[in-house]
């Protein structure tokens, strides 16, 4: 068993910066873990994956403002922020597997069996 518990998030004015944390707990070992995001009223969306051996993928709408990593003991995830604009309004969930294997795809990062129960940010212009 997995558990994950995002923290950070937070209001923020337009162009401002966040930094989410998930933190993770399991004896078992966490390979793709990742976060997606739902805005209200829309579908959810993958943000970005990160794979076993440290790969990242990236949304495009987001590429280049937001930073994806993981601590050497695979205990807490981070997703860092820039220049945050009103589109990045959403619930943020990490998500994770312990497949080997698996897929870091941030268009696939949503499905992975693992998630917390999420944390808001809200970005206001």
């Known amino acids: 068993q997995v558990q994950l518990a995002e923290s950070g998030g937070g209001s923020v004015q337009a162009g401002g910066s966040l930094t989410l944390s998930c933190a993770i707990s399991t004896h078992l070992d966490v390979t793709c873990m990742g976060w997606f995001r739902q805005p209200p009223g829309k579908e959810r969306e993958g943000v970005a994956g990160?794979?076993?051996?440290?790969?990242?993928t990236y949304a495009d709408s987001v590429k280049g403002r937001f930073t994806i990593s993981r601590d050497r003991t695979k205990t807490t995830l981070t997703l860092v922020m820039n220049d945050l604009n009103d589109d990045d309004t959403a619930m943020y969930y990490c998500?994770?597997?312990?497949?080997?294997?698996?897929?870091?795809?941030?268009?696939?990062?949503?499905?992975?069996?693992?998630r917390g129960p999420g944390t808001q940010v809200s970005v206001s212009s």
């Open positions: 990160l794979g076993n051996i440290g790969g990242t």
């Open positions: 998500t994770a597997t312990t497949s080997r294997g698996c897929n870091y795809g941030y268009g696939t990062i949503a499905s992975l069996p693992y």
